[in-house]
């Protein structure tokens, strides 16, 4: 065995094994976790039903304005989905967890096959060891991620984009449209890349003379045949083949609220050490300067550009800073690697970003992970998956409940009043305060009426954590 092939699975299998690190202490997943998983589950049995239209199961989607409205649910990238139905079609669901731990993994091969092909092994090396540690890829590189599925897709589109525009391989150049349209279905917000390119060429050539190569036409050519399935999507569900991305860009005001324009000026809490590395890659670059190389120039058009746009969206969330933090991991590697350091340096470097990237990212993961709500939650699942298989869950939780429990669920009524639950030996309605926390006096209030009005048939109360299970049969005297 080549020794760079031993390596490359040597890091594989670190990267693998500290996102596995993190998946076991997941108690209960997130809510875009469980959508995506859910939709996973319907598609494997309807395959051509994007929808929420006969599900048992709903996605928090504003009513009205249709068709930008509920039962379509366009506006979550397909891709995800389709690949993990595949799981749950061979009957090996029980595997899922595992998928984007892998594709996580695998990413930090390929970040070290995009430094070797834009600089040299020795930044390939350095690069995908501080990729696998940043804080962000470790969070979600152990979830059911859009962001981190998309990442991969983009990695290998710019590694086929820099064969194919700076190595003349012109095959090369149309994977590159096949890969960046991967990426763009499976998170919409990679679209945001696009003008990178464009960026790119217009620095290096001064001109677009690019645009007489014809193998950029086949490639742009190949994007938009990936694409036809989801235009066809569009007409079909929305009457407009951009309906689905559409949809998307309405979606992101769906949740979240809106943040500071400053909101990702967090280099320690996003990027941790790997940040530190960077921002005095940022001052050698000027002392040397190194902006001129294309390298260079490429890496930051792509880092500052998507930083930007992120920037001025309204609602923002630390993932979706996750494709740049392959260019930032890249520039980092490509400094060490210039500066010329000792071994020994190299490793109290890399030991020194892993302590402060790792432990405590991990510290407080577990915190939030290993809790009493989060125990309590779990339990209560488990007792719900136990139920008639024709029972109905009454939850503002939804997708969580439906992917874990594979019951039918509907959303309390809102306002809320009793007497509109519907009323059967099999209907139940979950408490938490995973959802519900007891601080807030309408949701004590709330646990009140149930524990007041129906039968409690499930209960856990541990370490400030609460779940409870009330059947909705009758009214208790």
């Known amino acids: 065995m080549k020794k760079e092939t031993r390596n490359l699975i040597l890091l594989f299998l670190f990267a693998f094994i500290l996102r596995i690190l993190f998946l076991i202490f997941i108690k209960v997943r997130c809510w875009d976790e469980t959508v995506y998983l859910s939709l996973a589950r319907d598609l494997s049995s309807n395959f051509f039903n994007y929808s929420l239209n006969g599900a ?74 501080l990729f696998s540690i940043i804080p962000i890829n470790l969070l979600w590189g152990a979830r059911v991620s859009t962001g981190v599925y998309g990442l991969f897709f983009l990695l290998l589109s710019f590694l086929f984009f820099w064969k194919g525009f700076e190595e003349g391989d012109n095959k090369s150049k149309i994977f590159f449209g ?12 990679m679209m945001w890349i696009f003008p990178v390119f464009l960026i790119y060429f217009l620095v290096r050539d001064k001109n677009l003379k690019i645009l007489k190569d014809k193998y950029l036409w086949f490639a742009i050519l190949a994007f938009f045949i ?18 689905a991305f559409i949809h998307g860009v309405m979606g992101s005001g769906f949740w979240g609220g809106a943040q500071s324009l400053f909101f990702y000026i967090k280099p320690l809490t996003i990027f941790s050490g790997v940040g530190l590395i960077f921002v005095f890659s940022l001052f050698y670059f000027c ?72 432990i405590p990212t991990f510290t407080d993961f577990y915190q939030e992970e290993i809790t009493g709500t989060s125990y309590c939650f779990s339990e209560g699942l488990d007792y719900i998956s136990s139920l ?60 009140e009426d149930l524990r007041n009005n129906l039968e409690m048939v499930f209960s856990c109360d541990e370490d400030w954590g609460i779940t409870e299970v009330y059947r909705i049969s009758s009214l208790s005297d």
């Open 56 to 129: 048992y199961w709903s996605d928090y989607i504003p009513f009205g304005n249709f068709p930008y409205s509920w039962p379509n649910i366009g506006f979550r990238a397909p891709f995800l989905s389709y690949t993990l139905s595949l799981f749950y079609k061979m009957g090996i669901s029980n595997l899922v967890k595992l998928f984007i731990p892998l594709v996580s993994a695998f990413s930090s091969v390929l970040v070290y096959f995009l430094g070797k092909k834009i600089f040299n092994a020795k930044t390939g090396w350095y690069s995908a060891i």
């Open 178 to 189: 096949i890969f960046l349209a991967l990426s763009l279905l499976s998170r919409y917000t």
């Open 226 to 243: 990936i694409l036809i399935p989801w235009f066809i999507y569009g007409i079909n569900y929305y009457s407009n083949p951009l309906g």
């Open 287 to 358: 002392k040397e300067k190194k902006f001129y190389n294309k390298r260079i120039y490429l890496l930051l058009i792509w880092f500052f550009f998507f930083f930007i746009v992120a920037s001025l969206v309204s609602h923002k969330e630390g993932r979706f800073l996750l494709p740049i933090i392959a260019p930032l991991c890249l520039l980092s590697g490509y400094f060490l690697e210039q500066v010329k350091l000792k071994n020994k340096f190299l490793i109290l470097i890399f030991a020194g970003v892993f302590l402060i990237s790792f």
């Open 388 to 447: 008639e298989g024709n029972s109905v869950v009454y939850t503002d939780e939804s997708p969580i409940v439906y992917s874990y429990t594979e019951k039918e669920t509907r959303f309390y009524p809102n306002p809320w009043n009793l007497s509109k639950l519907e009323f059967g030996k099999n209907n139940y309605i979950l408490y938490t305060d995973y959802d519900k926390p007891l601080y807030l006096e309408e949701n004590v209030l709330f646990r």
